[in-house]
């Protein structure tokens, strides 16, 4: 039997959020990833707000202007300072892709954590419901969703986000299927605990890894189609602009004028980069079955 010193010198318990949280910083390319996301954020938020131009500002004496120390990014076809339409699209393909994202993740993680978790009868016609959805043609739908409720860019976000989340509901359902065999959730139905509070406490903590990567893969999915709607005259609206649409105009003009493309193109791919990065170091990180170190 142990004595009470060494009881008392015994290393305290970490909750699943601290564990993870010392695991995910030990995760050089996920820091790395966040650290860049970070910036890039606080250089969109942030940025409009000390450059000396406006994002609609056109100066045609400053037609196509390569990188200089007046346009550091350059100017487009317009005379517009490129850096600063590059600060506002980033406003606008980030908020698109994460409250998107969010809309689809409360749906697709409740929905699918629901089906998981009841079976039999339940589950069948739930997924049915998913299968039929997945039949329709997701980017008709989103135009039909825009062309009834309006043009405007928070509907922008839950019409995507809307058909978003059934890749995410099966995912999670599972998952959650895997997990309705293990002792630990058996313990808690023995319990008499809640269906709500299982799935709530114990099921949804348990699927965050794989919720996490496949977010990382959501939110550029979802830009690219915000670009797409934007391109069709149903998302952003001129002069307006997100990096989608800037890389759409860069390609008409790529072999004059390459910045157009390359520039935003870079900020698009490294933002891209970063989300996969930081993805795989939170999925490894919250699995909660991974032996701490």
């Not at 990382?216 to 649409?245: N, R, Y």
Request: hydrophobic share 50%; glycine share 8%; net charge neutral.
């Amino acid at each position: 039997m142990p004595d009470v010193a060494e009881i008392d010198a015994a290393e305290p318990g970490a909750s699943l959020w601290r564990d993870a949280w010392l695991r995910l910083r030990k995760n050089r390319l996920a820091v790395f990833g966040g650290v860049a996301l970070i910036i890039i954020t606080l250089f969109c938020l942030v940025g409009p707000w000390l450059s000396r131009y406006t994002y609609e500002e056109q100066d045609f004496a400053q037609y196509a202007k390569p990188p200089s120390a007046l346009h550091w990014f350059g100017t487009d076809k317009l005379g517009r300072d490129q850096m600063t339409r590059i600060m506002h699209g980033g406003r606008i393909s980030l908020g698109v892709g994460i409250c998107a994202t969010l809309v689809s993740l409360t749906i697709g993680v409740l929905y699918g954590a629901l089906a998981g978790f009841l079976g039999g009868k339940t589950d069948a016609a739930m997924m049915r419901i998913v299968d039929i959805l997945y039949a329709l043609p997701f980017t008709v739908f989103v135009i039909l969703l825009m062309v009834v409720f309006g043009r405007n860019i928070v509907l922008l976000f839950v019409a995507i986000g809307a058909v978003e989340w059934l890749t995410m509901a099966r995912i999670v359902r599972g998952q959650v299927q895997s997990l309705r065999k293990q002792e630990f959730i058996e313990a808690a139905l023995s319990l008499g605990l809640s269906q709500r509070r299982i799935i709530l406490r114990h099921m949804i903590p348990n699927v965050l890894g794989p919720v996490a990567v496949y977010t990382t893969l959501t939110i550029p999915a979802v830009m690219l189609l915000e670009a797409f709607l934007s391109f069709l005259g149903l998302g952003v609206q001129p002069p307006m602009s997100s990096w989608g649409t800037m890389i759409k105009d860069g390609a008409e003009l790529m072999e004059e004028f390459p910045w157009l493309l390359m520039i935003p193109a870079a900020f698009f791919s490294l933002t891209l980069f970063s989300l996969n990065f930081l993805g795989d170091g939170l999925r490894d990180a919250l699995d909660v079955r991974t032996s701490k170190d």
